[in-house]
């Protein structure tokens, strides 16, 4: 996949003198700058970076191309990029496939740091940190991890100036040295359970790269935890997963579908593997999160032991579970629209900006006082605002630029909303007028829960609109041909299964699509045919293309 260099906004609009005239403009793209270098970062091409020279003068300046947001319906994929590089989410590192995480990309992915590290120590997990480093002796230790992972492995072999004794691996996952750890740390049941977790950066040689959502090197949290017994360590895996789906609804505004992996697509070295599937707004699936039961695979490869209550020496029983920054991707592709990014507004650093407007320069101090002061009231009410009073650019550059970076809310003030003590709010997430409310009320006793109740309908709304969009299109099916219908229609396919492995891999080299998993929310009248094999199937599967 080749790409273009991820460039910086620079145009605006003209300027505008009263709100009519700026409303005619709302409808206008904002634009942005395309270097006409061929950057071929995140491609499966070649590992060299070409990058064009910046402009030397006016001329060369104007010969650059300027375009707008490519609708998703044209090219989900350039529309991706496009809002990456338009909202200043991210932008490519120097490295093939690698990127740099921007401030307004980042504050995403701490708010999805907020929130789940809330939830891991509510359920009794401590954070701690593990070397990037790790022996290669370790990797090999367990058998099917180091086949599942061996082709995506950066290796590390010289080291102050000279060849390594061992040869390094940069931390693909963490699970071969937190048992060399815990094989340390762990003697009696009175160690346990071992619960903890890490917020670190992992490295998997991917070939083909797409930011956020499948790149070189990218941020995750990965909790590890050990038990005494399997029933203690399938709780937890099952927890772990309920915790991501839950913050996939409440806050994600994602519905997610949750459930079991299949063997083919189970995690190497897990017994069991759980994960949450979500729809795209191109319909493919993302994995958005997964929970491993891993059994006692790590801890026999490790000989991870401790002494049960009647002395004797057990392996223990583990769990790992992990989410990335992959979810932000995921976030960007099921809530976006042709204007741009829409962020739910329980993740938006950025709930509500305020966009002063005035006419004259004798208008300007007062309407900023105003802007001011509504900017206080909303965040002494715990209110994420930001109040846009910067001289440089009109306000109906202000509108589309803060439209297309999924700002939920919009507040606008002029001369003659200061005269009327009130103000104008626009919702994100409902196009033009019918988004738009005049004459709201700025007394802090009605403005405050207007717009608190605003956000929560935003909220909402997201979560139903993408509920909506995922149920219609996921086709139930009960052959293999019906099967290959759906996928080509682009849709979900769900199924009764009970096919074997080579079943599953025929299904994937036919139509691209692979078995998701098997959702835990399952159709009641017992068993059915497998649209497959056509023996009795207890379970259905949901297949589709993915990520």
């Not at 605006?12 to 409303?23: G, H």
């Not at 059994?295 to 392996?315: C, L, V």
């Amino acid at each position: 996949m080749g790409a273009l260099r991820l460039p910086s906004l620079t145009s605006v609009f003209s300027a505008s003198s009263a709100r009519s005239s700026l409303l005619l403009r709302r409808s206008n793209h904002l634009h942005v700058r395309k270097l006409t270098s061929t950057t071929k970062v995140f491609a499966n091409s070649s590992p060299v970076t070409e990058v064009a020279p910046p402009p030397e003068s006016n001329q060369k300046q104007s010969s650059i191309q300027e375009q707008g947001i490519t609708p998703r319906s044209q090219d989900f994929n350039a529309w991706y990029l496009d809002v990456i590089s338009m909202a200043e989410l991210a932008d490519y590192g120097p490295v093939r496939g690698t990127m740099v995480i921007r401030p307004y990309g980042y504050a995403i992915w701490e708010a999805i740091q907020d929130y789940l590290n809330l939830k891991f120590k509510e359920t009794g997990h401590s954070n701690m940190y593990f070397p990037q480093f790790i022996p290669y002796s370790f990797i090999e230790k367990e058998a099917s991890h180091v086949e599942g992972f061996s082709p995506e492995l950066a290796l590390v072999t010289v080291g102050g100036g000279k060849e390594l004794e061992e040869k390094l691996v940069v931390r693909p996952t963490s699970e071969t040295i937190v048992n060399h750890m815990f094989t340390q740390w762990i003697h009696s049941y009175r160690d346990l359970p071992l619960m903890i977790n890490q917020w670190a950066n992992v490295t998997r040689w991917e070939m083909r790269t797409k930011p956020f959502i499948r790149t070189l090197e990218f941020l995750w949290q990965e909790g590890h935890t050990a038990h005494a017994t399997p029933e203690e360590a399938e709780k937890e895996a099952m927890q772990m997963i309920n915790v991501y789906t839950k913050f996939s609804y409440e806050e994600a505004a994602i519905p997610v579908i949750p459930g079991r992996k299949s063997r083919v697509e189970t995690f190497a070295g897990a017994d069991r593997t759980y994960t949450i599937e979500a729809m795209m707004g191109d319909r493919k699936a993302l994995q958005a999160g997964t929970s491993h039961n891993l059994g006692q695979n790590f801890s026999r490869a490790f000989n991870t032991q401790f002494a049960d209550e009647n002395g004797q020496r057990q392996h223990v029983w583990q769990t790992s579970w992990a989410i990335s920054t992959r979810f932000v991707g995921g976030i960007i592709m099921t809530h976006g629209d042709d204007t741009g990014l829409m962020l739910p507004p329980r993740l938006a650093s950025v709930q509500v900006v305020i966009v002063p407007i005035w006419k004259k320069a004798n208008e300007k101090n007062e309407v900023l006082g105003a802007a001011l002061s509504i900017k206080d009231v909303l965040h002494s009410a715990g209110i994420k605002v930001k109040l846009d009073d910067s001289d440089q650019r009109t306000p109906g550059w202000k509108f589309n630029f803060w439209e297309m970076k999924g700002v939920p809310i919009r507040i606008e003030i002029g001369p003659r909303d200061v005269s009327s003590n009130s103000v104008v709010i626009s919702r994100r997430d409902i196009p033009g007028k019918p988004g738009k409310v005049f004459g709201i009320s700025m007394e802090p006793s009605v403005l405050v829960p207007y717009v608190k109740e605003k956000l929560d309908e935003i909220q909402l709304s997201l979560l139903e609109k993408a509920t909506s969009f995922r149920n219609s299109n996921i086709v139930d099916v009960n052959s293999y041909d019906e099967l290959k219908e759906a996928i080509l229609q682009g849709k979900w396919a769900r199924g009764p299964w009970v096919g074997s492995d080579e079943d599953e891999l025929k299904v994937k080299e036919e139509t691209g699509a692979t078995l998701r998993c098997f959702p835990f929310d399952q159709p009641q009248g017992g068993p059915k045919k497998c649209l497959m094999t056509d023996g009795p199937a207890d379970e259905v599967a949901i297949f589709a293309k993915s990520y």
